[in-house]
Each structure stands twice: as structure tokens, then as C-alpha cells.
């Protein structure tokens, strides 16, 4: 058991859905907080696939498909 798990009651026997709907809440509560900074190479290869995203959409998974990979 991690640190982290230990110092959050509960995680360790928290199932799948709720860890990912914790990454969603923290990862929500990060991005309000206006302090993350991204770094230019980031930048340029995110640029990079939203361009190939809208080029080809069908590249993409939907939020749905993304959480079915996960739970394999």
C-alpha cells in the first residue's frame, strides 16, 4: 500500500468507478485552480493530435470508450 493510500481512508478498497470518478474530481479541482503551467513541447504535441483529430474524428474515443480500456 502507497503512502497516498494510506493517508486516504478508504482508497484501498475503493472499487474501479469510484478511483476514476476521484481522478476526475482531482484532475476537475487542478485545472480550477488556474495553477497549472504546461510545458511549450506539451503544447505543440497536443496541438499536434487535436489537428489529427479534427482531420480524421473517427481516431478519437468518446469519454465511454476510454473508461471501457481502462476496466480491461
Known sequence: ??????????????????KLELIDELWESVRRSGVIEIRRDHLAELEVRVAAVNADPSIALSPAQARALLKQ
Open 1 to 18: 500500500m502507497s503512502s497516498l493510500s494510506m493517508r486516504i481512508p478508504g482508497l484501498a478498497e475503493a472499487s474501479l468507478d469510484e
